[in-house]
C-alpha cells in the first residue's frame, strides 16, 4: 500500500478525500497534516456562522468520526514546515517527521493584513477560519 502524505485539511483536502475512498479505498494508507486543530470545514460558511444563522456542524465537512471509519489518519493543529522531497518526507512543527511515497500539496492560502498604520494593533484580526470566527465572537 502506498503512503500518500497530504498537506492541508481544507475543502479541497476534504474532496480529494471523498474520491479516493470512493475511487481507491485501498490503494493508500492516508496521513493529512492540517495546521487547524479541526477537520476541514466550509470556510465560505463563516460568516453565516459568525452571524449565528449556522452551526458547527452546519460548516464542517466531515461527521465525527469520518477519518478514523475510512482509515485516514488526521493530524491537526500542526503545521507543516519543511519537505523534502528528494527523501520523500516531511517535518512539522512539533518535530514529528512522515514519510510518503507520494504527497499532495492542499494548503489554501494565508490572509493578509494591509500594511497600513494600525493593522497590527490589538482586536485587528484577519476572517479566515474557524479560530478568526471563534476571536471575533469573543471579543
Aim: hydrophobic fraction near 40%; charged fraction near 20%.
Amino acid at each position: 500500500m502506498e503512503k500518500l502524505l497530504i498537506i492541508g485539511n481544507g475543502m479541497a483536502t476534504a474532496r480529494l478525500l471523498d474520491e479516493l475512498v470512493k475511487r481507491a479505498p485501498s490503494r493508500f494508507a492516508i496521513t493529512v497534516i492540517g495546521a487547524e486543530p479541526q477537520a476541514a470545514y466550509n470556510r465560505v460558511l463563516l460568516s453565516p456562522m459568525l452571524a449565528g444563522d449556522l452551526g458547527w456542524d452546519d460548516v464542517r465537512l466531515k461527521p465525527d468520526g469520518w477519518y478514523e471509519t475510512h482509515g485516514v489518519h488526521m493530524i491537526g493543529n500542526d503545521r507543516a514546515v519543511f519537505l523534502d522531497p528528494v527523501e520523500r518526507s516531511v517535518r512539522t512543527a512539533s518535530g514529528r517527521s512522515f514519510s510518503f511515497d507520494r504527497c499532495v500539496l492542499a494548503t489554501g492560502s494565508e490572509p493578509v493584513k494591509l500594511p497600513i498604520p494600525g493593522a497590527h494593533l490589538p482586536g485587528v484580526t484577519t476572517f479566515r477560519t474557524a479560530a478568526d470566527c471563534a476571536l471575533i465572537t469573543q471579543g
